[in-house]
Each structure stands twice: as structure tokens, then as C-alpha cells.
């Protein structure tokens, strides 16, 4: 299972969680990775832990004042992006144009949505993989395998009628490892996470209980 | 096939080429229908003509200042609109929820997109149709089926791998009959086309010649 | 005092509303207007009401699917536009366009703003009038007169120092005639207003309630 | 003067540029400073080189992937930021926002617009500085201050009139020392420029030659 840590611009230490990351991912079979802002791509990178970016615009080089370009966050240590996050939806046209900006950078790339049907749709711009997030549970600390394992269930089904080799993840309210557990038994291969580390006072403790079960 | 006048906001008289719409509709197999700006919807609707809607938001009736609510644009007389025009390009998850808002006031949905990966990503939140219109062809005179005849095939390859039930359609450049019959030999079931009727001297007999060799 | 019913996309019936606040207006000093959603804008115009759009976009006619062209709402009978609604917020740049296209379709312009400093901002795009309404109390049935006579003054003094002909309306939670005339106290030309009329049960008596101490 | 040299998305390197900026900052009067992309922040005010942030948005720390916050760039070791850029327009409220983001995080702002207008609406929400920035200039190589003298000063005069604490810079074209003396002469108190050194083949050069009639 591929776990992503999403630190958002949260108030939290992104090289000490990062740093969590990385030891606790030379313990366990689990694909561990974190993202965190721009900004602390260089010193998070620096830790050793797998990074990601946390968005990309869907640009090249030149006059784009502001933006995001994918070879900038790879140039910076990332390896991976999310794009389209609930919390930074993107027009159709530049989901497209990202996951071509980032494949250009050789970044891997997590387009996240909201149901099956959008997951659909995100899987047939061949991204490596997408993340079904349903936005009424993201922090609720109920996990979606739990409050709505249908869903999860469908964007599986959803995204292999579109494309087969796209990997599907999910994430919203996923803080303990019956989670992630949870989320393997319902066809996915990973899950995005946030607060359930970020916020956590022993992020290493916090990493540990999630990857305990797999 | 069905050929769909979109009026943009030319300076054209709308009553007068909804007037040529129906006119030309009563002596062809082909469909017509014409989309005039919402505030434009009443007046082409009294013509008789089968109106489309530019665009409905993803909203439900409430507090959207300045927003085109899918049930206004019904009752207003339209059957149909266009939703992601590539000048009103939107994002995924809103048109999401544009489809989700046509639908519920039985509006039938035209969802465009450039290129055949973003045909299969809009096939697959399953509106009625998908118009694939390469945005450096609009307007240009040169059509589509034959500036790039393989875009188009692609797009309806995309749209039946995802869902075989959304019918494709193709824009861009498309002004005389030979083009329309060119799309459909490309597997599309019509075409959206607009400065070659909107800004037509005689836009009744520009229609004649669109749907004179079907 | 001026007062604008915005309509939003409230399932009312607009033609009604807009023959209340045409038979009402005749019976007051104060000038009282309507602004429904663009689809509804001629048949609203037909009442006799004074019309205004909800919004119009910073663009001439052209290649602009799914837009809202101030020629095409004065056209369809409105003689002003709402524009930069809490529910429609758009760029500065835009702003400064929809404004010019609006007095190139002889459109009079309210821009809407949140607090003091935005209203100074707006003022300095030269409007007709700029309107404060605190997001935070739309909808409340507190008026913002009472809840936060402060932000309205300061608004009138901002607005003043950038563009002394720029007026001053205020909305928010207005819905009684003391309302309107505390509203006047405080330094404005006029409110706006919504549910309070267009989800009454007597958008009659609502509005003579309205401009009774006037 | 003030000389800030905006890396935009160029494929330039940056902390190549930054040593150039910081070692011709020791040898002038003028202060030069540069901005880089979000990513690079760091790396380049490791040189030393006063750094400036190309955007923020208008965020607290939360649930905000994918965006900018002040608290980050300020972190990164910028010591100011460019809002509303021509390339990265916001909207009105949201300047407001990144301004109050940015105050918060002791950076110092520059808010961009594109006409005398605009400059007025931005001084209003009392930024440290407002740029003038012409956009169909952006990149030509004929200095604003050259081709449209006007436009700078009455940008000046309307910056003067909404809030005279506003310093005016001016860009677009910005390419010799003569430039900047005309950009001071025109009434600015410095100038944004891009391209003139981010792409020069000897950045240190290029700064000399803008640095040395100063």
C-alpha cells in the first residue's frame, strides 16, 4: 500500500514529519511519501523521504508569473504530484494539461475526485493513478471505507472500465491502519492522509500505528 | 446528423436565424437547433426553433447572484445546452454538476473538450453527448474533419471505450455540406458550427447548403 | 433611496415580483428596481419594472460562448447591472472591464464590495454606485445597518475620499423599512435586497412595508 | 530606485541570478532584489539576494493544498511579495486577502494592475506598493516609461489621490539603465523587470547597465 501525507498549509513541522516519513518507511513493506507546500519541497526532499508535489500547473517554461511548473517541484527533490484536489479543483482542460506537464518533468502523478463518475473521467486522462476523496469527510476522522465503502467500491469499478492499468486511491477521514487495512479490502492501492499525521503530536508514533496491520 | 448553431455573442440577429432554423428544420431529415445567449432564450424559443442553452452552472435554486440555473434556462424554452464550451471552459467537477443540474431540469447535454483524452474524461461523466473541437480550428474556416480527421476518430474511439451510449459530435471550422458529411463518415452524429450561419448574409441559405447533401 | 431586488436564483416567480415593485414604485418617492437572472430579463422587462442584470462579463461581441454581454442585457430591457456579487466575485482586471462594457451598453453600474477597503477599491473603477455587503450577513435578516453600523460608514467615507460622485448602497439583511431608513442614516443612497421581497409571501406587502417610513 | 527582477517560470538558473543581483546590490545605491518561483525560494535567499515571493494567496495555515501561504514564503526567507500579477490576475477580494496574508506575515507588497484605474482600486487597499504594468508591453523590449508615458503618470497621480503612503513602481519593456532614470522621472520609485536579465546571457551585466545612471 502507497501512503501519501498530505501537509496542506498546515502549522506543522514539514522536515520533522518528513524525517517521521522516512524512518518509518525503512520499517514496513508500505510505500511511504509526503507533501508538502512548494515552498519546503528543497528542505523535505533534503530528509530523504519520498516527495511529492502538491500541485502543478498545467504550463512550461516561460512567462507564467506565480505558477506552479512541474519541473521546478521535480528539480526541487519531488517525484510525484497530486492534481485536482478538493481543495484546489482544476478546470478538465488543465487536469489534462498537468498530467502532461508533469509526465514531461517525470513526475508521477494522484488526480484526485470526488465520486466514481469524476474518477471516471479523471482515469481517462491516464494519469498514474487517482484518489477518490469525498469532500464531506475530509477531516472528519471517519474514513471513507467506513461512512461510504460504496464509493470507493465504484470509483475502483469506475476507473477500470476507463483504463485498467490506472491505480486507484482514496482518502478523506483515514487515521488509523484498520483504515488503510480497510481501504486495500475495498480494491485500492493507497491512501492520502492529512491531519491524521500532520496534527499529530508523535508523527513517527502516528505513521507507526497506520502501517502496523499491513 | 444534428447541426447546433451556437450564437455566441455575435452581433447577429437571433430571431432571424432562429426564424432560418426552424424554417430549414421543416424540410430536412437533419436536426437543427440554434443557442442563443440566455438573455436571448425567450425570443429564439417563441420562434418555433429547438434552442439550446451556452452553459448552465452547477447550482440549484438559491443564493448564485449572476449564475444560469438549468431550470431557468428550461423554462425559458430551451431542451438542451452546452456545457465546457472551450470559451467557458470549466472544472471537472462542475461539469459534474452542470450534467447533474441539466438532467434534473431535462435538459439534454452537449459536453465539449479539445482533444479525444478529455471526449473520454467528459464521456465518462455521461452526458448525452460530447463535441470534440480542437480550439486552434474555431473559427477558422478550415474543418475539422479535414484539418485533422484523425482527432476526430480518436474522440469517438475514446468516448465508446468509456461509454457507448454518448453520442459524438465535432466542431470547429465546419461550414458547408461536404463537412458535415465528412463528420458523420468519421463516426460523429452531428456538429456544433457558429460564425458560419451567425454571421451569414443569408444565414437560411447557408443552412440549405449545411444540410443539402444529407 | 434607491432599492434594488435581486432575485438571485431563488425559485420565485419573477414576473410577479416584478409587477409588485412596478405598482408599488408608483406609489413612493423612493425608486425601486428589479434584477432577475438573465433568462428571465425580457419578460421581466415586459412588466414595466425597472430591470437590471445580476451580472455582465468584461467582453464585446464576439467568440464568447456561455458569457453575459451588457449589450444583450440592456437589449433585453435592463437599464443596470449588478456586478462583483459576493456570489460572483471576479477579478479586479474584470471588474474594470465589466464596468467599461456597461457604460458602452449605457448600463448604470452597482459594484458590490465586502468591507470599507474593497468598497475604496471599487469606487476607484468609477461605477454609478458601489455597494458594502458583508458576506458574513446575507441571508441573516440582521440588517447590516444595525449589526455593523460601522462598516457602513466607513464605507461612505472610504468611497468618498477615492470618487465623491461614486454613491453608496448597502445590503444585507435588510428587510423591514427601518432598515432602509437606518440604512440612509448611516450615509446611503439606497440598499439592496433579496429574500426578504423575493421569498415573501406577499412581495406587495413587503415592499410597501419597505418604503413606508421613506 | 527599486529594481525587482521577476524569474517568473524561466528557464533560467536562479541562484546564478540571485548572486548576480546580490553582488551588483553591493556596488549601487538602488536596491535590487529578485523572485524567484515558490519552489526555489529558498535556494535563493541562501545567496544572500533580497528575495521576494511571486504570489500569495489569501490563506490562513488550514486545509489549503496546493496553494501559497505567506507564512511559508516569508519562511522560505522572502522578505516581500508581487500580488496580481498580469500573469496570475485574482480577484478584487482576494487581493484584499493576500494582502492581509501578507501583512501578517511581515512581507512587504506589491500589488500589479494594468491601468491608471486599477492602480487607484489597488492603492485603495493599501498595499506598501502598487506596479503599473501594462500587459500588451510585457516582454517587448519598449520600455512603458518610452511608450506610454502617460499611462505611468497618471497611475501616479491616481495612486496619489486614493492613498499618497503608495509607492508606484513601473514595468514592462524595462531593459537599460535609461528606462529606470526615466521610470524615477515619470514619478515611480522603482521598476519590475523580467526577462532584460532572467534571460540575459550575463545577468551581472545586465544589472550593471541598469544600476549604473542611478
Redesign the interface.
Known sequence: MFVLV?L????CDPVAIAEAVSDVNERTDARLAVAP???????VAETGAETWG??VDP???????????AE??A??GAVGT?I?????????????GAIRAADRADLETVVC???P??I???????PDAVAVEPPEL??TGTPVSQADPDIVEDAVA?AE??ADDVSVLCGAGISTGDDVVAAGELGTEGVLL??GVAKADDPTAALEDLVAPL
Open positions: 498530505n496542506k498549509t498546515y502549522p507546500q512548494a515552498a519546503h519541497l528543497e528542505r502538491q500541485h504550463i512550461e517554461h516561460g512567462s507564467n508569473t506565480g505558477h506552479t511548473l521546478s517541484v528539480d526541487a497530486l485536482n484536489h478538493s481543495e484546489r479543483r482544476e478546470k478538465l482542460a488543465d487536469i489534462d475526485a470526488n465520486n463518475a469524476q471516471g473521467a479523471a482515469a481517462a486522462l491516464e475530509i477531516g469506475a472500465t476507463v492529512a491531519s
